[in-house]
C-alpha cells in the first residue's frame, strides 16, 4: 500500500528517468527547475538525485528550508559543493584508491540497511567504486552516521535537529536504484521509500506542535 508519493528530482537524462516499477511504488519525477513552482507540501519525501544543478537549488533553497520545517523528508544523494542543504558539509573525493576503499556500516546496523550485506553494498558484480568516491568534510551537530569509510569518513548520515524535518545525506551516494537483483542490494530502494514514509509521518506529527 502507498502512503503517499514521493518525488524524485533531478534533470532529464537517462540516468534519472523512472520505470514503470518506480512510479508504482509512489516515485514521480520532478524536474529540478521546476521546483519553485511545484507545490512540495504535496510530496512525502523528497530524494534528491546527484544529477542536479546546485546554483540553482542554493538559489531556491528557501523553498527547501519550508518543506522541512513543515515536517517533510528530504534524500540528498548529491556530492554537495555550495550550502543549499541546511547543516550539510561539502563533498570531498577520498585520496583512498577505489580499489582499497571500504565501506562500513555503524553499530547497530540502521534499518535501512536490514538484511544488506555489507559486502554487496562494496562490490557490485566484483567491481567497486560504484556507491561513491567522496565524503562529507562535516556533518551537523547530532547527526546520525550510518555509513563510514575505513578512515571512518562519513558517507550517509540523518539529521533530525537542524531543520524541523528529517535529511538523509549521501556524499554522492546513489543508493535509491543501486540494488541490482542478484544480491541482497534488491531490497535496499523499497526499504529506502519505506524509511522515508515512515519519517515523514513522524516527522509532520512534531512539525504541527
Known amino acids: ?25 509512489g516515485l514521480i519525477f520532478l524536474h529540478v527547475y521546476d521546483i519553485p513552482y511545484a507545490d512540495l507540501s504535496a510530496y512525502e519525501g523528497i530524494i534528491i538525485t546527484n544529477f542536479v544543478e546546485e546554483a540553482f537549488l542554493l538559489e531556491n533553497q528557501t523553498i527547501l528550508k519550508r518543506y522541512l520545517d513543515q515536517g517533510g523528508v528530504i534524500f540528498s544523494q548529491v556530492e554537495n559543493s555550495l550550502p543549499w542543504l541546511p547543516g ?7 585520496p583512498i584508491p577505489i580499489k582499497d576503499r571500504e565501506f562500513h556500516y555503524t ?37 546520525e552516521v550510518l555509513l563510514t569509510d575505513q578512515d571512518k569518513q562519513p558517507v550517509l548520515y540523518i539529521d533530525r535537529h537542524t531543520t524541523k524535518g528529517v535529511i538523509i545525506a549521501g556524499a554522492g551516494t546513489a543508493l535509491y536504484g543501486y540494488g541490482i537483483q542478484e544480491n541482497s542490494t534488491k531490497y535496499l530502494s523499497g526499504q529506502i521509500l519505506s524509511y522515508i514514509r515512515e519519517q515523514a509521518q513522524k516527522s509532520r506529527k512534531g512539525a504541527k506542535k
Open 88 to 94: 550539510c558539509g561539502k563533498w570531498v573525493r577520498s
Open 107 to 143: 553499530e547497530p546496523v540502521h534499518q535501512l540497511f536490514q538484511g544488506i550485506d555489507l559486502y554487496d553494498l562494496n562490490y557490485k558484480k566484483g567491481v567497486k567504486g560504484f556507491l561513491t568516491r567522496g565524503y562529507f568534510d562535516r556533518i551537523p551537530l547530532n547527526a
Open 1 to 25: 500500500m502507498i502512503l503517499g508519493y514521493i518525488a524524485y528530482i533531478g534533470t532529464d537524462i537517462q540516468f534519472t528517468r523512472l520505470t514503470d516499477k518506480d512510479r508504482r511504488l
